[in-house]
């Protein structure tokens, strides 16, 4: 075989090699972009649901604060005005979308507590048929739910990230209180909660941009 003959056998070789890397790659990528698109729609769909959720809590919440100054008699207005010490902040810290999802979801953790202590106090001042603790219990309930997906959700999109544990420790509850103290306190847990989920359900809708979307970028072959 003369030196031409192995040049062209070489030169289709090398034309079918291409062709072949060209396809493989364009499979590859092909799959990259239904792999993504399948855990854009799945983070989409986590997200929203986590945000449905919220919705209704927070719905649920303006109703708590309704019934819990109908039940307090005289003065009910002026108790959520008062402020109070140790109890968690409402607003959402963090720079990264991580930090801001274990942030809403360490926050939730922190209400239980206190809505329990809230319930407790309540139970001594209301009758046990009082919508108000039935109320209480539901809000409490929701707050853990919540915090479960978000806990399901930092995990599905940072599955390499552990939750952090909370900083300050065990969450800080009042010392023992008067009656009065006692109104005051529930009022601006719930009032505080309230506000609280309102800055989540805001921040859920601009996490959804952030972190369900196609973030793959793709590089054209070049031979």
Do not use: W
């Not at 769909?45 to 708590?64: G, Y």
């Not at 930090?99 to 001042?125: G, M």
Request: with cysteine; hydrophobic share 40%.
């Amino acid at each position: 075989m003369n030196g031409h003959v192995k040049s062209m056998y070489f030169q289709q070789f090398m034309e079918l090699a291409t062709t072949l890397l060209s396809v493989l790659l364009l499979m590859a990528v092909d799959s990259t972009r239904t792999v993504a698109a399948s855990r854009n729609q799945q983070c989409g769909n986590s997200l929203q649901q986590t945000l449905k959720l919220t919705r209704l809590a927070q719905k649920e919440s303006v109703d708590l604060i309704k019934t819990y100054k109908a039940s307090q008699g005289q003065m009910s207005e002026l108790f959520c005005k008062v402020s109070v010490n140790n109890v968690p902040d409402p607003n959402i810290s963090g720079l990264e979308p991580s930090e801001r999802i274990v942030s809403i979801y360490t926050h939730l953790q922190a209400f239980i507590p206190h809505f329990k202590r809230v319930y407790e106090q309540q139970t001594d001042l209301q009758l046990p048929m009082s919508p108000l603790l039935a109320e209480l219990i539901v809000v409490s309930a929701r707050s853990r739910n919540l915090a479960a997906l978000m806990n399901s959700f930092y995990q599905s999109l940072f599955p390499n990230l552990p939750v952090p544990e909370p900083a300050g420790g065990a969450t800080a509850l009042p010392p023992p209180q008067n009656v009065f103290q006692q109104k005051v306190y529930g009022c601006v847990v719930l009032k505080t909660y309230k506000e609280f989920l309102s800055n989540v359900s805001r921040e859920l809708r601009n996490l959804k941009s952030k972190v369900c979307r196609r973030r793959i970028q793709i590089n054209t072959p070049f031979f």
